[in-house]
Structure formats: structure tokens, C-alpha cells
């Protein structure tokens, strides 16, 4: 394993590592698909497709149902092949590698335990049929309980044990053979809130721990975002866009993924140049102009998209002073949700801008309310413009 | 009381249609037979009391059944009967669930349509038409002998073989049928899971499929070998003369030799012989049903 130090940050004595092979030219990638496309009968699933994820990474395929996300990771399983294309597994193609010599292990949506197992035998599952030898398989199964807390459960059968527990079991399996690239197919699904987001953290610990490269399916944005070192954002068998959870949300390239990660008000309209990197955005709606800046050139006249995030909307009762895009507008909705408000404000007429501000404060009467003349105003920054 | 009432009811039920009747097939056994009508003694009437009647039965009739080989012969040959024939069923009947539960969804009611519908025809009509498939100038042997295979006609009819293809025939869907319960309540991903930790497509099927069917395996055997052991319209219409199962003989006592005492005690110890398989069949069942909770 190297890790090569990637960004030198803060103070020379503390090398502070920014893990992002992606970003090194080379790294050579643990997995790698080259234009892999795959149909099932009529419907293209995956569509001329080519990604490369580096070891250790923990990486979030992430889209709608029926995007091709669990296509994917079932080719990197081995339970289908890709109708064209390429998939390497360290270097080698694996396509033609049924899926019980290849060394990837898959923890199920359902867990797939087997029920006739206990807990102990289920782990062992995997390691009995490498003939691993029996003082070695039993160290390796105890490991495996303590890394997920199972020991008090060892000798119960799945259905004896809670969701969160059979989470734990399914886990410990699939990581007991040592494989070189574990793949997790919604693997919080079934559980509540509370306990999937305290699982969350508990997953990217034993990453950390093992060393094994991840790779999750979820539709779950919140839960990629948290979990991911890099995310792919996919739709109809294709990515979109491949980054990190940061760069993802705040620098989405396309309507598309702005839409899909977390909450977003899209203006659509036109943009005129008015110096480096900067844009007069010309809403199509109500002929109103705002300046934005962008790092991807436009050329003027040409119709764009400006995403704002609500978090990133300021609003007040004044005009704010020095405020470079500032929009009046009444108060049409509040949803409070107790850390944070998201106020719903109907701007010229028909249009609703979304804004947030945190709840720093214990209040008891609310700043604004409904049918309040409110005023909106952001930076040229806080916005992303969208050329699609 | 309702609760009593709820009970009562199957209890009255059991009594009428099982305590009843065999306490009618008890008493017969402990009678000695004789030319009257009906053909046994000691009848019951109301002058002499129950005490000079019950002092008139006796055990004699068991005794007998120990006297003669014939019995216990004909019990032993009926149960190697009816565990062969159980297993050429299982051996038959899973691979047949199997590929019902992994068909199509589609299909599936067909396929289990088709399991079904011999029992739309009656029994003994099936039995029966066996007789024109097995016979020496039979479809069977007519096929055989235009495709070349055999030169001179294969006697199957009326040969041990001709009864265990007739009580497979006849029971396979008894075996098929929970098998196919259970194989089509398996998750599939489950094997996946298996492949996936490195087993083979064999060595998935013994390690995760049979176990998981096991219940049903263990339904279907019961239910072909309980009505197989005691079995007799099969024996005596495909049977020849060396077939001996316990059926044939109890027939024989009650019809042909009008020995209803005998006749009796011999059913009497047919049904001592199943409540051993009814009783672990029905610990299968509950055992399964508290799994499946």
C-alpha cells in the first residue's frame, strides 16, 4: 500500500495526507471498466461505460431505481456478464471468472443469511470452502465477531437476532474470506433511521480498519455522501458525474446532479460575460439579472441554468447593504425542522425560492412569517451555472 | 364454556371418525370367527351383560398372526416396499419441484396445473390404464419393440416392478408438492450468497438448497410412505403372485376367506405400525410451522 501524500496542508511537521489516488496519474486503478456496456434483451442497462476506482476507496454508486447501479455491482460480483467491454480486478480481466474464484465478496440488500447457520457458522461459510486450516478459521471467525460485536450472538441463529445485529452478521461474512474488494448493495436499507446513521460511521471505521475497498449501492444521497470517498452519480446507464461527496454538491456539473444531491433552487435563463469568470444571468422569468460567477466559460446569449442551494440564500427584512443579487419576495411557506428553517418565498409572482437559515438561537417568535415582504440575496459565488 | 365448546367440537369429531371405528375394528379382532352374519363371535346382547361378553374376547387372533410366516413376512415385504417406493419418489419428484420453483413465475400455475390433474380421473381408472401401458402386448413394450431397443416383450405387468412404478405414479404428487412449497420459498439470494463465498453450483445446491428443503423432503416422504405401506388396490391390480404387502393380505382375509377377526387384528397392527411415521410426521409439520413464525 502507498499512499502518496497528495496535498501538504497546515503544519509541515503534521503530514496531513489528503487520501485521492484519483488525482494521482500513478496510481494504478483496482478496478477498472472499459467501455462496458450491458443489455438485458431490448433495455440497455449499462451504456458504454468506463470508470476506474483505486484501493481503499470507499466509493457510492448512487441513482434512481432501474439506473444500472446494481447492474454494476452485480458484473463486479460475477452474477452477470457484460454484454461488451471490460472489467479488470487488479490488472486482470475477470469477466470470464465465475464468481466463486473471484475475490470480491458482496454483502446482500436482504442479508441473505442462511438461516439454518448460526451466526458463527455463517462467517465461517466462506472461509470452509478455501479448506482454511481449523485453529486459523476459528481465530479468523472470533476476529470477525469482535470487529462487529457479535461475540454474545455467535451461537444464534439469524432469525434470534435484531435487523441491526443481522446487518453485522452479513457484514462479518462478507469481509471474513479477506477479499480484495468488498460490494455492499444497500446495505442499510432495512434498518430505521437512528440506527443507519450510527451504522454509517460504524462502516467507514471498519473500512478504515480492514483496509478493504468499498464499493456501496445506494439511492440513499445522504448515506453516499456520508460514507463515500468519491461518489458517482448515475442515470439510464450512464455517469454523470464522478467526485468527491464535496465537489459533487457543491460544484455539480449538470442540472441533472444539482437536482438529485440534496436541495436546490434552479433559475433558468441566459448569461452575458461582464469579465473573467463572471456572468450576468438574465433570468428568463421575470427579465431580472443577477451575477454569477462560473470557472466554465459561456458564451454570451447562451441559455443556462444558475443552481443556488437554500443553505446558501440569505434572507432578510431589509435589503442587505452591498448585497451584489438581492430579489424581493413574500413569505409563502415555513417548514421549521427544528436545527434549520427552509422558508418557501413566492418571488415575482408565480416563482418560489427556496432559502434556509440555522436556528442558532432558541426563539420563540419566528423573524419572519407568512406574507412577509422578505428580501433573498446571495453571493456570485454561491451559485453554480449550469449550461444544459 | 365457549372455550369448552371449541374444543369439543374437533373432539367429537376424532371420536366419531377415528375412536369409533377403531374400537368397532378392536372388538372384531378379539372376537373368533364363525358361519353367522355377521361371520364372528361373541355377539353382544343385553341378557348375558357386558361382563360375559367381554370374558368371550380374547387375544387369539394376534397369536395367530405370530404363528403364521405369512404375516410377518407380508409386513416386512410392505415396508421395503414402501421405503423403495418412497425414495424412487423423492428421487423423482425433487428434481421436478426443483425445476417447477426455478420455471418462469409464468409458468408456474401451469406446471402446478399439471401436477394436479391426474387427480381429476379416479384412482382406480389410473391404476387401471397402468394396466395397458404395462401389459406384454402394452404401449410400453409395442414402443420398445417398433423403436428396437427389445426384441421379445418385457414382463413388467404383474411383477414388484410394476407395483413400484404404480405406487411412484401414484404418490409422486404428494412428494412434489411440499418439496415445491419449500424450494419456492427460498430466497434465491441466498445462493448467490453461497457462489459469492466461494461454493460451487453443487456444492451451493447440498449446502444451502437440501438443507432448506428439508422439511419438505421430510413432508413428502411421509405422505408417500404412510398410504404406500398399507396399499392395496395397487398390489393386487399390477402385483403378480410373489408380491406380498400387508393390504393385499388384509383384503384377502376379509373378502376371500371371510375371516374378519383375523382381518381385523392385522389392520389393527398395520395402524400400531404407522402411528410411529403419523406421530414424527406431525412433529415435522409443527416444527416447521413454529420456523416459520
Known amino acids: 500500500m502507498t ?20 488525482a494521482d496519474p500513478n496510481q494504478k486503478p483496482l478496478i477498472r471498466f472499459q467501455n462496458v456496456t450491458k443489455r438485458f434483451g431490448d433495455f440497455t442497462a ?5 470508470l476506474d476506482i483505486y484501493e481503499r476507496e470507499f466509493f457510492a454508486l448512487l441513482g434512481p431505481s432501474g439506473c444500472g447501479k446494481t447492474t454494476m455491482m452485480r458484473m463486479l460480483a460475477g452474477f452477470e456478464n457484460p ?10 480481466d475477470i469477466v470470464p471468472v465465475p464468481p466463486n474464484k473471484r475475490a470480491v465478496n458482496m454483502m446482500f440488500q436482504s442479508y441473505a443469511l442462511f438461516p439454518h447457520l448460526t451466526v458463527w457458522d455463517n462467517i ?5 470452502r478455501d479448506s482454511m486450516p481449523k485453529i486459523d478459521l476459528q481465530r479468523r471467525v472470533e476476529e470477525m465477531l469482535k470487529l462487529t460485536r457479535l461475540e454474545k450472538f455467535a451461537r444464534r441463529k439469524p432469525h434470534q437476532i435484531s435487523g441491526g445485529q443481522r446487518q453485522r452478521v452479513a457484514l462479518a461474512r462478507s469481509l471474513a474470506k479477506a477479499p480484495k474488494l468488498l460490494l455492499l448493495d444497500e446495505p442499510l436499507g432495512a434498518l430505521d433511521k437512528k440506527l443507519r446513521q450510527d451504522t454509517q460511521f460504524e462502516l467507514m471505521d471498519i473500512q478504515e480498519k480492514t483496509g478493504t475497498t468499498f464499493v456501496i449501492v445506494t439511492h440513499d444521497q445522504e448515506e453516499a455522501m456520508t460514507v463515500a470517498s468519491r461518489v458517482a452519480v448515475m442515470d439510464e446507464g450512464r455517469l454523470i458525474q464522478v467526485a468527491t461527496p464535496a465537489d459533487i454538491y457543491e460544484a455539480p456539473n449538470s442540472v441533472y446532479v444539482a437536482d438529485f444531491i440534496g436541495d436546490v433552487n434552479i433559475l433558468e435563463g441566459t448569461v452575458r460575460a461582464t469579465g473573467p469568470n463572471r456572468y450576468h444571468f438574465t433570468w428568463a422569468d421575470t427579465g431580472e439579472s443577477v451575477t454569477a460567477a462560473s470557472e466554465r466559460p459561456f458564451s454570451d446569449g447562451q441559455t443556462a441554468h444558475l443552481a443556488i442551494r437554500p443553505e446558501k440564500v ?3 427584512a431589509e435589503r442587505p447593504e452591498g448585497a451584489e443579487n438581492a430579489i424581493k419576495g413574500k413569505v409563502h411557506d415555513i417548514a421549521y425542522l427544528g436545527n434549520i428553517s427552509t422558508f418557501h418565498v413566492r418571488v415575482a409572482g408565480e416563482r418560489i425560492i427556496k432559502a434556509q437559515s440555522a436556528n442558532t438561537r432558541r426563539i420563540t417568535n419566528r423573524a419572519f412569517t407568512w406574507e412577509d415582504d422578505v428580501w433573498l440575496s446571495w453571493t456570485p459565488t454561491a451559485g453554480v451555472v449550469l449550461s444544459d | 364454556m365457549r372455550r369448552a365448546i371449541l374444543i369439543l367440537v374437533p373432539y367429537l369429531w376424532l371420536l366419531a371418525l377415528f375412536l369409533v371405528p377403531f374400537i368397532i375394528v378392536g372388538r ?5 370367527t364363525a358361519l353367522a352374519r355377521p361371520p ?7 341378557d348375558e351383560g357386558i361382563w360375559a361378553f367381554l370374558s368371550q374376547l380374547d387375544f387369539e387372533n394376534f397369536w395367530f398372526l405370530t404363528t403364521d410366516d405369512l404375516y410377518w413376512k407380508a409386513y416386512l415385504s410392505s415396508l421395503q416396499i414402501a421405503i423403495t417406493a418412497t425414495f424412487f419418489a423423492l428421487l423423482i419428484g425433487y428434481p421436478i419441484a426443483y425445476g417447477m420453483a426455478r420455471a418462469p413465475e409464468e409458468w408456474r400455475p401451469t406446471l402446478m396445473m399439471l401436477v394436479i390433474l391426474p387427480f381429476w380421473t379416479s384412482f382406480l381408472i389410473r391404476v387401471y390404464s397402468w394396466i395397458g401401458i404395462l401389459s406384454q402386448e402394452g404401449y410400453l413394450n409395442q414402443i420398445l419393440l417398433w423403436a428396437g431397443i427389445i426384441d421379445a416383450p418385457l414382463i413388467i405387468l404383474n411383477t414388484n416392478t410394476a407395483v413400484y412404478i404404480g405406487i411412484v405414479y401414484t404418490y409422486l404428487p404428494f412428494m412434489i408438492l411440499p418439496i415445491y412449497s419449500a424450494l419456492d420459498r427460498l430466497d434465491g439470494s441466498l445462493i448467490e450468497a453461497a457462489e459469492d463465498l466461494g461454493c460451487s453450483r453443487l456444492q451451493a445446491f447440498w449446502l444451502i438448497t437440501v438443507p432448506l428443503s428439508k422439511n419438505g423432503i421430510i413432508a413428502g416422504c411421509f405422505l408417500v410412505f404412510i398410504p404406500a405401506l398399507g396399499e392395496f388396490v395397487i398390489p393386487s391390480l399390477l402385483g403378480g403372485s410373489e408380491t406380498l404387502m400387508i393390504g393385499k393380505i388384509l383384503w384377502e382375509e376379509f373378502f376371500n376367506n371371510r375371516d374378519w377377526p383375523v382381518a381385523s387384528a392385522v389392520a389393527v397392527v398395520l395402524l400400531l405400525i404407522l402411528v410411529v411415521p403419523i406421530v414424527l410426521f406431525q412433529r415435522n409439520q409443527q416444527r416447521q410451522a413454529e420456523e416459520d413464525r
Open chain 1, 3 to 22: 499512499l502518496r501524500p497528495f496535498l501538504q496542508q497546515g503544519r509541515p511537521d503534521l503530514p496531513a495526507t489528503v487520501f485521492a489516488p484519483w
Open chain 1, 46 to 50: 449499462i451504456d458504454d461505460l468506463s
Open chain 1, 83 to 92: 454484454t461488451s467491454g471490460r472489467i479488470e480486478l487488479a490488472g486482470q
Open chain 1, 124 to 128: 465461517a461459510f466462506g472461509l470452509r
Open chain 1, 314 to 316: 440569505q434572507i432578510s
Open chain 2, 28 to 32: 372384531i379382532s378379539l372376537s373368533d
Open chain 2, 40 to 46: 364372528y363371535l361373541p355377539q353382544f346382547s343385553w
